[in-house]
């Protein structure tokens, strides 16, 4: 079975640090993705990464970046952290391909104080 | 840009009940489709999906869905809900050659009373 895994659960930073979200597929998937999700607006896509040092931006990547320098970590940074990106944080790998779903893991609640 | 929606964003319904769960996109080209669902506390599951073939999928938990191209609809269906499953529920579609990316509906939050 797909195991990604998110380094926290639940996250408290303060505005203006740098923030870092890890995440760790175990599937050897080509695919990763990062979202944020919030009530009523759905996943809204951040950055995703088709292979390693490859990313691309989603709709949403203004204040953020992303790292693949493994195939199985994608990691999301805040590069100076702000009151509106306290949400919940959803990491997501697939196979290549076009019709493959996508296998989340459990999320990170970060909140910026 | 595509866009994905779903028109019931809470919807509560009594054990037994059926249920149908809206979802339009705005993509006129060849689009796969998917509804995941999320379970108090737990991660996003993929309940079904479609790609080509039959526009009836059945998918799991006795969920069904139906593709119908001519109104760019994707709605979830099932007969009998059970308390089980209260959940929020999200409808998904990617583009052919577009990377696997996904655009999510705004999701739709199901209540089963007991």
């Known amino acids: 079975d797909v195991k990604v895994t998110q380094s926290s659960r639940y996250l408290v930073k303060r505005t203006g640090e740098k923030v870092f979200l890890e995440c760790v597929q175990d599937?050897?998937?080509?695919?990763m993705f990062w979202y944020r999700q919030d009530p009523g607006l759905g996943l809204r896509l951040i950055y995703f990464?088709?292979?390693?040092?490859?990313?691309e931006k989603g709709d949403i990547p203004e204040g953020y970046s992303v790292s693949r320098e493994k195939k199985e970590r994608f990691s999301l940074i805040l590069e100076s952290a702000s009151t509106n990106q306290t949400s919940m944080y959803l990491c997501?790998?697939?196979?290549?391909?076009?019709?493959?779903?996508?296998?989340f893991g459990d999320g990170t609640r970060l909140s910026i104080l | 840009a595509q866009s994905v929606s779903q028109h019931n964003h809470h919807v509560i319904l009594s054990e037994a009940a059926s249920l149908e769960l809206g979802c339009n996109y705005s993509?006129?080209?060849?689009?796969?489709l998917f509804w995941y669902v999320q379970y108090p506390g737990q991660h996003l599951q993929l309940l079904l999906k479609?790609?080509?073939?039959?526009?009836l999928v059945k998918g799991i938990k006795g969920f069904e869905a139906e593709f119908i191209k001519s109104k760019f609809s994707f709605n979830l269906r099932k007969p009998s809900v059970q308390w089980s499953d209260t959940a929020e529920y999200f409808c998904?579609?990617?583009?052919?050659?577009?990377?696997?990316?996904?655009?999510f509906g705004g999701g739709t939050r199901l209540m089963v009373k007991p």
């Open positions: 997501a790998s697939s196979l290549g391909g076009d019709n493959q779903p996508q296998h």
């Open positions: 599937m050897d998937h080509e695919n």
């Open positions: 990464s088709y292979d390693v040092k490859m990313k």
């Open positions: 993509y006129g080209g060849t689009v796969n």
């Open positions: 479609y790609f080509s073939g039959d526009p």
């Open positions: 998904a579609v990617s583009r052919n050659n577009a990377g696997n990316m996904l655009t």
